[in-house]
């Protein structure tokens, strides 16, 4: 690790206990003790998940419940499941049951390729290579034989090459598809004979302009037959084909202005669309990774799903026409459906920490791997839960928030006393502020700060117009939203305006020092990871981001100018608070230098490397020595 020098501290807010609470939430409960869960399948009644262990230095495991209740790993210790496609990866693995025994494939971390394991042992399918090197991800066991369909992306000379490819367990690989700049979501029927998935060329997004196709796949030559084009009429965002049991393709697609369940009848005729519509939720998530899955076909022509209201998340079935409610715990992922009628998901409320959750609709349900556990005596007063905001920003228009008051059962604000506020960007900039419990949140709660989570214009969940109000106007519209969001609870009574402090990570980074250059709301800030000089991304960053700021801000290098103009770096004279830079020595979306470079324009800011973080900070003492290190800055900054 390495560190510049401490940023000078600010006089500007009193000496106050809040934000200074004694506090439950410790740097070892955070970082070593929480497990985190993603990526839920089920295989007949075993339900299997991808767990991210920060006290075996972030290593991700693929793990499993099996029929009677035992929790074991699928994989051999020393492995690592992930992939660095696209550089954020995602779907770096499959299972299936085979003889009645779960078998997955898997992409490691660090070794690359795909190894096959049952547990004890890991068998290698493919190689990574060097000159070309292979990554692959979205994989999926295919039904009739013992290959997989994959994403490959292939590095070599130039930019690097996707394409669609089917794997045997011998290695030979068919290439499937190729020509566009980007493939997702292989998926084949359930029979086998069809096999979907959606592409895109730059300079769209997967969240503008998509392609859904479909083709046969024909066993004797191991190719593709005839592509039909699936999209439709519009230019939209059409994404996560799946297949029902029965062997309806579903998809879920934008061009009603927002993401909405699509079922594809097949026939002599050919494919034929039809739109489930009335569900009044958004059902899609932006492509940053792959493996997401909103949508559950099951059997008797019915689709569960996982829709977004405001902000919310809302478990929804369809039923042969209309949408109803289904009460199924508090998914983060749509639940899935095990063999013997139940339902498995990873279980998000905002008042206790994620688990892995087993049940029926609208019964008690087991949470029976929690990501944590809390400490004796933590209660409900002690935990944070959001409120839903609404508030006029810029231009007439309205953007969204979660706040959250401070929380503890042995600590209360003074008399007369107002809680510091921390504001949080989030990343993308086409994220979303989550509900559900999360440290990153009851950190700072619990010890007496109030936390604004901001949806700015560009957010998911609320439609595609919404995500849109960000093109052309990142390091605007995202700026103008969190001041206004921050003018809010001001005029609500509910912080001090002495000590509000605002932080983001990666595209979050850049709203926090840009709100810092155009406002004097803010005591401090802090920059994890996050972008300062807009034309060095344009011109260094990875392929899957090449083309991502012609929307957000104008083709490049046409539009140089406002590049400049909305960059950070060029904004530095404008910031006179402390600043906080926390950045991976090894990222290669943001790279080290932007940090680098911003700090030397600021005179109250300090720089902390962790050499061996890439983008998102993963090992245990990386975490503890982050959280510690922004708080204490904070309180330094307070005169606390």
Same mark, same amino acid.
């Given at each position: ?11 500007? /807010? ?132 013992? /290959? ?23 290695? *030979? ?23 979907? @998935? ?60 927002? @993401? ?10 050919? @494919? ?134 401070? /929380? ?54 609320? $439609? ?101 103009? *909305? ?48 983008? $998102? ?14 708080? /204490? ?8």
């Amino acid at each position: 690790m390495t560190t510049s020098p401490s940023p000078t501290v600010s006089p500007r /807010a009193p000496k106050s206990a809040s934000g200074n609470w004694p506090s439950w939430v410790t740097p070892e409960l955070v970082a070593g003790r929480t497990l985190s869960f993603s990526e839920l399948r089920t295989a007949g009644n075993w339900i299997v998940w991808l767990e991210s262990r920060p006290d075996e230095q972030g290593r991700s495991v693929i793990t499993a419940r099996d029929p009677e209740g035992r929790i074991r790993d699928l994989i051999p210790p020393g492995y690592s499941v992930g992939t660095r496609v696209h550089e954020y990866g995602g779907g770096a693995w499959d299972v299936r049951l085979k003889d009645g025994v779960p078998q997955v494939v898997f992409s490691d971390r660090k070794l690359g390729g795909l190894w096959c394991s049952e547990g004890t042992t890991a068998t290698q399918w493919a190689q990574a290579g060097e000159n070309p090197e292979h990554r692959y991800a979205d994989l999926t066991f295919d039904p009739s034989s013992d /290959a997989v369909f994959c994403v490959r992306e292939t590095h070599g000379e130039g930019t690097p090459v996707a394409s669609l490819v089917h794997i045997q367990p011998d290695g *030979r690989e068919t290439v499937l598809a190729e020509g566009a700049d980007f493939y997702a979501a292989p998926r084949p029927s359930p029979d086998g004979r069809f096999l979907a @998935w959606f592409s895109w060329n730059d300079p769209a997004m997967p969240w503008t302009v998509t392609n859904l196709s479909v083709a046969p796949f024909d066993r004797t030559t191991g190719t593709l037959g005839p592509v039909t084009d699936l999209t439709g009429p519009e230019q939209c965002s059409i994404i996560e084909p799946c297949w029902s049991p029965d062997g309806t393709l579903y998809a879920t697609s934008d061009a009603s202005g927002r @993401w909405t369940p699509i079922r594809f009848s097949h026939d002599d005729t050919g @494919w034929h669309p039809h739109s489930l519509n009335g569900a009044n939720a958004e059902i899609g998530l932006p492509h940053w990774v792959f493996g997401q899955r909103t949508m559950a076909p099951l059997p008797g022509n019915r689709l569960l799903a996982l829709g977004i209201r405001h902000g919310l998340n809302h478990v929804l079935l369809e039923d042969n026409g209309p949408w109803t409610d289904v009460s199924l715990g508090t998914p983060v992922n749509v639940p899935q459906p095990l063999e013997d009628g139940r339902f498995a998901w990873i279980d998000a409320p905002s008042d206790a920490p994620a688990a892995i959750a087993v049940g029926r609709p609208g019964e008690p349900y087991d949470r029976f791997r929690t990501s944590v556990t809390l400490p004796p005596g933590v209660t409900n007063a002690d935990i944070a839960t959001p409120t839903p905001l609404t508030f006029p920003t810029a231009n007439g228009a309205e953007a969204h928030a979660l706040f959250y008051a401070p /929380a503890s059962s042995t600590s209360a604000l003074q008399d007369g006393e107002k809680p510091p506020l921390v504001v949080m960007a989030h990343g993308g900039p086409t994220g979303r502020a989550n509900p559900s419990f999360a440290f990153k949140v009851q950190w700072w709660t619990s010890r007496g700060f109030a936390v604004l989570d901001v949806n700015y214009r560009g957010s998911t969940g609320f $439609g595609r117009a919404y995500r849109e109000a960000l093109d052309g106007q990142w390091g605007v519209a995202d700026i103008e939203d969190c001041l206004a969001g921050v003018q809010a609870v001001l005029d609500r009574g509910l912080v001090d305006p002495a000590r509000c402090v605002i932080r983001g990570s990666s595209a979050g980074g850049l709203t926090v020092l840009g709100a810092l250059a155009q406002s004097d709301l803010f005591a401090a800030g802090t920059s994890l990871y996050g972008v300062t000089d807009l034309r060095a991304l344009a011109e260094e960053t990875h392929k899957f981001e090449a083309r991502y700021l012609d929307a957000l801000i104008g083709p490049y290098p046409q539009d140089e100018a406002v590049y400049l103009k *909305r960059s950070p770096i060029t904004q530095a004279s404008g910031i006179s608070v402390p600043v906080l830079f926390l950045h991976g020595g090894a990222d290669r979306v943001v790279p080290l230098s932007q940090a680098e470079s911003m700090r030397t324009k600021l005179e109250h800011s300090a720089l902390h490397v962790y050499p061996e973080e890439a983008h $998102g900070f993963r090992a245990r003492d990386t975490i503890e020595d982050a959280l510690q290190r922004e708080l /204490a800055f904070y309180q330094q900054v307070f005169g606390q």
